[in-house]
């Protein structure tokens, strides 16, 4: 292990985390940065990663063992996530079907556990969350696809945009309305659904969105499809506080991804900087290189203490909103600014493919959108944790 993960990883490591990355480093030594490279050269999904991180049961961190899972909790998945990110590997696979089992878990009956998990834990299937929509954008309170009960089914009409996986997936979290949006009452009348793909009516159309990793965008039309009555997570028209309940966690994970990342960027920068000497000395005793770098080390190493805080409150029941989005900004931007240091760092050659650096652009850059952009982040503290007015 390099200086740098020495330095970062002395927070909040104890016995458990540490055979959590201790088991997912020895599976990337395998299937880690080249192997990632390689498949996404030949277009192919990393499926050997996958399983491997399935049967060693890393991928069942978070689930209770009752259900074929490892136990552990939001602590234990981000140190994977982090771990797979400083290896050069972004966990978004991993980050979606958390996401969804999650509301399964937690809101839906046995015969849906029993049904949705198990494949989730292997690594065998892959999983999609349907509720983004073009026209309502971060405002997924007013998304448009409705679902009208029909005797023992229920009909989706509508359209999505943005949805991850959805077209090579076989389980999916449909969100869609039960009734018509209201302005003064956000949050009722939306419902998930859980659909096994493909189904009748819903078809999948590729997104020309490239970031620069396994994640496929998708625009999906949906068109009288039908679902059983059982196919309901939940309440009918209590969908959005199911969604509310699970985005802490979704910020806690994407955070730890994009720390990883910024940090595997930041150990090629520093490498490159002891040993490129165009002027006869290594350009890292130059400290116009070396505080870009420092800056990114200080900027990650605080996002990622404050996304174990974030981790540690989910897990102990405790409100973790301000904590959660905090740390999504700190560690998006952190990413970034990684990002930055290692191309200023490389030059010219940071733009050629082979020295791996541009590569992760878009993924990088999207850490500032997605899940949710950092504006409405900001909007989210101001209101919660400054206590003013709601922006505009």
Known sequence: MSRISDSLLTHRLDETTTDVR???EE???????PYVLECLAQDRFPQELMSALGSSGLLGLGVPEEHGGSG???VEQCCLAETMGRAGIPAALFLIANFTRNLVLRFGTDKQIADFLPASLTGEARYSFALTEADAGTNSFAIRTSAVRDGDAWIINGTKAFISWIGVASKALLV????????SNRTSGLAIFAVDLPTPGLEAHPMRIDQGDFDKQ????LDDVRLPTDALIGEAHAGFSYIFDALNPERALASSMAVGLGTFLLEKAVSYAQTRAPFGSPIGTYQGVQHPLARSFASLRAARSLIYEAAEAIDAGRPA???ANSAKFLASEAANAAFDAAMQTHGGYAFDEDYDV???YRRIRGSRIAPL????ILNFLAERALGLPAGR
Do not use: C, Q, W
Request: proline fraction near 3%; hydrophobic fraction near 35%; glycine fraction near 12%.
């Open 218 to 221: 998708y625009i999906v039309t």
């Open 72 to 74: 552990g909790g939001t």
């Open 27 to 33: 599976i990337l030594k395998r299937y880690g940065r």
């Open 373 to 376: 952009n950092n504006e409405m």
């Open 358 to 360: 541009v590569t992760f």
């Open 176 to 183: 869609a309305r039960t009734s018509k949006y209201d302005p």
């Open 22 to 24: 201790v088991a997912t």
């Open 321 to 323: 909103g301000v904590l």
